[in-house]
Every structure is written in structure tokens, then in C-alpha cells.
């Protein structure tokens, strides 16, 4: 899809803004889809109790809401300490939460009664990579993919702590792995982009955020605004403006995105619109709108 065929879908896209942009520098550790405890492999049911604490906390953990998620799952796992999706999504809260020592505790425990649990591999290879321990974390994300190579977030952990022990031509591949598994997991792209993007390999980067931007759903907001960041470096201005342009039609209070119309409004010479947009920048600055790259 191209640009200018986005005009007619912008309603779909307005209030689903994916609030961090990913870049480089952000991407950090993917996870399951909460665990559910309702049939899958390997699953502990536990006694009615231990999973009505687990449902208050996985509610609490879609909220965003980390910290009385945890505390839920600490309920959920007195009751019944066997219970290991609430272990596991207890470990991916706490490493939300950057609690990665506490996480490893609850991921070795899952390990304890499954040592093939996947998820707990994965999300101990996050927690890992996070605490610089980069050979523990990729030995644990080997092994997670040698039970199953087909799971699209793993790869895209292993993507990431790949990049931190600076194997970018191996991130690169596993990035194209999450892909291959998944066609429409756009943050694999964004990453590889951000990552061919700082190896100076600018036109793969951009076909990454082109890629990107033809997934429909909630990321194409910093599919856009990604590659127009990328357009502005490369002084591709009139390209780069009608990118960010995008990105505010999509979510206008995206205040970055104002920020950096400013500029480039500037550079073109187009004073008067420049001032539009520092206006509409400050306004929705104020009102602490937009996005917030780390």
C-alpha cells in the first residue's frame, strides 16, 4: 500500500498508536501472549483458588498494570506453587518491571518442574541479556529453539541479544527468521531496519520500514515514523516530511513527530507552516501527548 492509499484508512488507525517507537537503542525482550492455563501443553491446572489469583493477575498484566500483577501471581503460586503459567508470567512482569534477578527465580522454578518449558528459557534468556550475562542467555534462547524453531517472539529475542554481543550479521538472520515464521511480526522489521540503519545499510533500511508499513495494524504509526527519521538523516526532506506528515494524520498527538516537522518545515523554507507546527507541538507537548523514544 502506498502513501497516499493511507489517507482513507486513517480511522482505523488513529487510536491505536504502539506508544514506544522501536528503534535500536529500545528494542528489548518479546513475550508470549499471557498464558492462559487452559489446556496447553505442559500446564499446570492448579486448584481453583491459586487460578483465581492467577486471572486477577493476568487482567491486572494486560492493564500494564506490573506491579499488582505481581502480587497477584505471588497469591496464585502460594496456593499452589505448580501452578507454572503463573510463575512464568509473575517472570514476565517482574522483567517489565526490570526486576531481572527476581524474574530468573521465578523462570528457574518453572525449569524445576519442566526444564523443557520454552517460555521459561526464552524469557530467562531476556532476563540474562538484560543482566549483561550475554553466553547464559543465548545458551537458554538455543536451547528454547531447539524445542521448538518455530516460535516467532524467541527469535526475535535471540535477534536482540544477538545485536548486544554486537553479531549483527547473525541478528540480522534471526531477525529474517522471525519473518519467515511470522510475515507480519513488524517489530522484527523495525528492528532489522534499526539495525541495518546503524550498519549504514540505508537502502535495506528503508525497504524494512516499507515492509513494515504494508502490515496492517497498530505499528504503522512507527513504521512511518521510523523510515521518516531515517529520510530526514539522508536529507531526503520533501520524502521525510510527507512521512512525519503521515505519522501525525495518523496520530495527531504524536508530539515528536510536530517537533520534527518544525525542523524540516525550516529547512525547506516554509516559515509559516513551521510556526503552525511549533504551535501544535507546544500545545500538545503541554498536554503530555505523543510518544516517547528512550
Given amino acids: 500500500m502506498h502513501t497516499d492509499d493511507r489517507n482513507a ?56 498494570e506490573y ?21 512464568n ?17 521465578c523462570f528457574a522454578a518453572v525449569l524445576k518442574l519442566n526444564p523443557n518449558d520454552i517460555h521459561a528459557l526464552s524469557g530467562s534468556a ?5 543482566l549483561n550475562r550475554h553466553d547464559e542467555a543465548l545458551e537458554s534462547i538455543n536451547k528454547a529453539l531447539a524445542l521448538n524453531p518455530n516460535q516467532d517472539y524467541i527469535w526475535f529475542n ?20 522471525v519473518i519467515e515464521v511470522n510475515p507480519a511480526f513488524v517489530k522484527a522489521m523495525l528492528g532489522k531496519g534499526a539495525l541495518l540503519r546503524e550498519l549504514k545499510r540505508y537502502d535495506e533500511a528503508l525497504v524494512c520500514y516499507d515492509q ?12 512511518f515514523y521510523d523510515k521518516a527519521t531515517l529520510l530526514n538523516e539522508l536529507e531526503r526532506r520533501d520524502e521525510a516530511l510527507a512521512h512525519y506528515n503521515m505519522v501525525t494524520q495518523l496520530e495527531p498527538e504524536f508530539a515528536e513527530a510536530w517537533h520534527e516537522k518544525v525542523h524540516l518545515l ?6 509559516e507552516e513551521a510556526e503552525k507546527c511549533l504551535k501544535d507541538y507546544k500545545e500538545i507537548n503541554s498536554e503530555g501527548g505523543g510518544c516517547c523514544v528512550e
Fill in 89 to 105: 508470567n509473575k517472570g514476565n512482569a517482574l522483567s517489565m518491571l526490570r526486576r531481572n534477578e527476581e524474574a530468573l527465580a
Fill in 9 to 64: 484508512m486513517l480511522p482505523l488507525y488513529k487510536c491505536c498508536l504502539l506508544l514506544t517507537v522501536v528503534v535500536l537503542s529500545v528494542l528489548g525482550g518479546a513475550f508470549p501472549a499471557l498464558l492462559d492455563n487452559k489446556g496447553s501443553a505442559g500446564a499446570a491446572f492448579g486448584s481453583e483458588e491459586a487460578l483465581r489469583w492467577y486471572t486477577f493477575g493476568n487482567n491486572k498484566a494486560k492493564q500494564g
Fill in 67 to 87: 506491579e499488582e500483577a505481581v502480587e497477584y501471581y505471588d497469591r496464585a503460586v502460594t496456593a499452589d506453587p505448580g501452578l507454572v503459567h503463573a510463575w
Fill in 126 to 130: 531476556n532476563a540474562q541479556s538484560e
Fill in 266 to 271: 525550516e529547512k525547506l523554507g516554509r516559515n
Fill in 212 to 223: 513494515a508499513i504494508e502490515v496492517e495494524g497498530p505499528e504503522v504509526v512507527s513504521a
Fill in 158 to 177: 535471540k535477534a536482540n541479544i544477538l545485536i548486544k554481543t554486537k553479531r549483527h550479521n547473525d541478528a540480522l538472520d534471526a531477525f529474517d527468521k
